[in-house]
Nanobody, 129 residues
Framework: QLQLVESGGGLVQPGGSLRLSCAASGFAKDYYIIGWFRQAPGKEREGVSAISSFGGRTSYADSVRGRFTISRDAAKSTVYLQMDGLQPEDTAVYYC??????????????????????WGQGTQVTVSS
């Protein structure tokens, strides 16, 4: 059974950095996409970034491109989200999720939360002075 555990959230001042981790286990297939999503109070869940198991292709939402970096450690089955230049509007609960799919074609992928069925419990990120 697939399990996802996020960690690394916390309180940080504007302009600061955090690194989130998503430890995954129990994959049913070797091709998948791991996505990071966030949900602020009163707002819909939105896609932040995604990475594919094949080739390590990455995808970013416009709101975080250039500030956030997704990466993976395949040996540890862990995906990271390095968040730099954090701003108050980045405050949210951050989730990682998995969908079994192969990325095809160019461009952005993996940022639609409705396409994912396996979710972690989330980790709170608060950006405030």
């Amino acid at each position: 059974q697939l399990q996802l555990v996020e960690s690394g959230g916390g309180l940080v001042q504007p302009g600061g950095s955090l690194r989130l981790s998503c430890a995954a286990s129990g994959f049913a297939k070797d091709y998948y996409i791991i996505g990071w999503f966030r949900q602020a109070p009163g707002k819909e869940r939105e896609g932040v970034s995604a990475i594919s198991s094949f080739g390590g292709r990455t995808s970013y939402a416009d709101s975080v491109r250039g500030r956030f970096t997704i990466s993976r450690d395949a040996a540890k089955s862990t995906v990271y989200l390095q968040m730099d230049g954090l701003q108050p509007e980045d405050t949210a609960v951050y989730y990682c999720a998995v969908r079994y799919a192969i990325v095809s074609g160019p461009g952005r992928f993996g940022l639609d939360p409705d396409q994912y069925t396996n979710w972690g419990q989330g980790t709170q990120v608060t950006v405030s002075s």
